[in-house]
């Protein structure tokens, strides 16, 4: 080969290699240089680099730039951060595993990025449901769904039904309340059927009927697509099936409670049977156990799955003395019921003189 020859193979080469460089180089740009922001195992925010917003003025970064699900011509709700080497961008709502989105300038598609899918081991989960007995009045008043993890607030009723008898979703079943019932760390839901409904001297049940009927099944259906604070999807659909008895019309009485007595010198708990099953969250911080002194005896109340047994644990042991169980007016059964009156209450009938407090004495010898 010639001296020619060689000098034009060697331009040829060196410019079909600059190409595949830059094509290479352009590829990779595309396809790696937005990134996902980790924060506690959880997609908090995706990285756009100055290269592909560098024609953008600062102000006009929002109304330019979006991003959003494939399909999908809705922006997702967020804020935008301007730094100095490029946008950050963090979603109102985490962004969820497994799930992909596009990054959109001025009406046209940059770029695509994948969120991982997350691992089973660290989905969340229903872990119960209270009441948790397979047979509940018609007039139940509300559950609690506990989780295993902290949950996203404001869509319960988005992945929530009941469906009666294997086949019709109940309408309008639930209260729906802005904002949810939650404890502090989002993990237990207090969610109630519609008291309207239940209230048989009140619109909503004169014309939708009440929420449960009489020796009906039902099942309780709570979607898997519920996200954690984290954006990962329950693990599973859960469900619970019970069947309904009549109304309960009689609020609980003290008086039929029985002990299931320790033996002093110990720290073995006291048992408290109410012989019906009582509100499972109410039953543990409505009622402390008092010493013949009228100091509060230093404890921990757990009550059993169907609520119808609670235990004290005492912090020391026992001594010879008597002793006072004090339960606060508003502990209730299912129903509503409380110490003091009914939930649905008929103001026609005489009321008896309502208490603060409930007392029944025991003996420890």
Not at 321 to 331: C, G, I, K, P, V
């Amino acid at each position: 080969m010639n001296n020619n020859k060689k000098t034009r193979f060697r331009i040829l080469w060196g410019l079909v290699f600059s190409f595949c460089l830059a094509a290479c180089s352009e590829t990779d740009k595309k396809n790696e240089a937005i990134t996902i922001t980790w924060e506690n195992e959880k997609a908090a925010a995706i990285f756009i680099p100055h290269q592909f917003v560098t024609a953008v003025p600062k102000d006009s970064i929002e109304k330019l730039l979006s991003v959003r699900l494939p399909k999908n011509n809705t922006s997702i709700l967020g804020e935008y951060y301007v730094e100095d080497k490029g946008v950050e961008f963090r979603p109102l709502i985490a962004f969820s595993p497994g799930l992909k989105y596009e990054v959109w300038l001025s009406g046209k598609l940059i770029n695509e990025i994948a969120i991982p899918a997350s691992d089973d081991k660290n989905a969340p989960a229903v872990l119960a449901v209270y009441p948790s007995t397979d047979t509940l009045p018609e007039n139940l008043l509300k559950f609690y769904i506990h989780f295993s993890k902290p949950m996203q607030q404001g869509e319960a009723l988005d992945h929530i039904r009941l469906i009666k008898n294997n086949h019709d979703t109940v309408p309008a079943v639930f209260l729906d309340l802005q904002p949810e019932l939650w404890n502090s760390d989002r993990t237990t839901l207090t969610l109630w059927l519609d008291p309207g409904r239940i209230k048989r001297d009140l619109q909503p049940n004169k014309t939708l009927g009440p929420p449960l009927q009489q020796g009906q099944h039902y099942q309780l259906l709570i979607d898997h697509n519920w996200q954690d604070a984290n954006g990962l999807l329950l693990k599973n659909n859960f469900h619970k099936d019970f069947f309904t008895t009549g109304r309960d019309s009689i609020s609980p009485n003290t008086a039929t409670w029985t002990f299931d007595l320790p033996a002093t010198g110990t720290a073995q708990k006291l048992g408290i049977n109410f012989h019906e099953s009582l509100d499972y969250v109410l039953a543990t911080n409505t009622m402390q156990v008092v010493d013949a002194n009228g100091a509060y005896v230093k404890g921990n109340f757990e009550v059993n799955s169907n609520g119808t047994v609670v235990d004290f644990i005492p912090a020391i042991a026992w001594k010879p003395s008597n002793y006072t169980l004090e339960a606060e007016a508003r502990l209730e059964d299912l129903a509503g019921n409380n110490l003091n009156h009914l939930f649905d209450v008929d103001l026609t009938q005489k009321q008896h003189q309502p208490k603060d407090l409930y007392k029944k004495s025991f003996v420890i010898k």
